[in-house]
T-cell receptor
Framework: GAVVSQHPSWVICKSGTSVKIECRSL??????MFWYRQFPKQSLMLMAT?????????EQGVEKDKFLINHASLTLSTLTVTSAHPEDSSFYIC???????????????FGNGTRLTVT | QKEVEQDPGPLSVPEGAIVSLNCTYS??????FMWYRQYSRKGPELLMY????GNKEDGRFTAQVDKSSKYISLFIRDSQPSDSATYLC??????????FGTGTSLTVIP
């Protein structure tokens, strides 16, 4: 099955520093990648959608200058949390979607998430 | 009105029971329907994926889509303690934008 690898799985950083999270599709080409944030016992909150080679589309209320997304290839997208603050502490999950050969869009496949703690 | 409604539970069943999880939706144009299982501190794992309507079976899991009622279900037969997790339904119109339920927390008691 389709595998999405996300690293790191957890990270602790000091307030004011930046953190980069990587998301890779290992066995398929991800035409579109999505970044989510999840608070405890809550559902997924979409932050942004990125297509390979294009600028990411951010959801309302998500600061694009704070959450930098790069989708430079069909297998790699990165999320950089810049100048992190304690309120940025959360569980960040990426997902990727390819296109099946029949032309029907494939479902989303998720990474295992990154737990960010900003001290 | 939310695009997707899902009872958050929690749902607690004895081992071996049949579990029924459900979602309703408002957009009759949705074509792609998914069920995900999420363990604590992990990303969601795709369980079932259905395009259009009908039933799909995979081992102990059966997904049903009733487009006339705008209702989807996931059935788990012979539930196991390892099935204890949060189950998320998701759907999409074109496969470009996805709408998730809030998730149902399931506990299977040995």
């Amino acid at each position: 099955g389709a595998v999405v690898s996300q690293h790191p799985s957890w990270v602790i950083c000091k307030s004011g520093t930046s953190v980069k999270i990587e998301c890779r599709s290992l066995d398929f080409q991800a035409t579109t990648m999505f970044w989510y944030r999840q608070f405890p016992k809550q559902s997924l909150m979409l932050m942004a959608t990125s297509n390979e080679g294009s600028k990411a589309t951010y959801e309302q209320g998500v600061e694009k200058d704070k959450f930098l997304i790069n989708h430079a290839s069909l297998t790699l997208s990165t999320l950089t949390v810049t100048s992190a603050h304690p309120e940025d502490s959360s569980f960040y999950i990426c997902s990727a979607r390819g296109t099946q050969r029949t032309g029907v869009n494939s479902p989303l496949h998720f990474g295992n998430g990154t737990r960010l703690t900003v001290t | 009105q939310k695009e997707v409604e899902q009872d958050p539970g929690p749902l607690s069943v004895p081992e071996g029971a049949i579990v029924s999880l459900n979602c309703t939706y408002s957009n009759s144009a949705f074509q792609y329907f998914m069920w995900y299982r999420q363990y604590s501190r992990k990303g969601p794992e795709l369980l079932m994926y259905t395009y259009s309507s009908g039933n799909k079976e995979d081992g102990r899991f059966t997904a049903q889509v009733d487009k006339s009622s705008k209702y989807i279900s996931l059935f788990i037969r012979d539930s196991q303690p390892s099935d204890s997790a949060t189950y998320l339904c998701a759907m999409s119109l074109t496969g470009n934008q996805f709408y998730f339920g809030t998730g149902t927390s399931l506990t299977v008691i040995p």
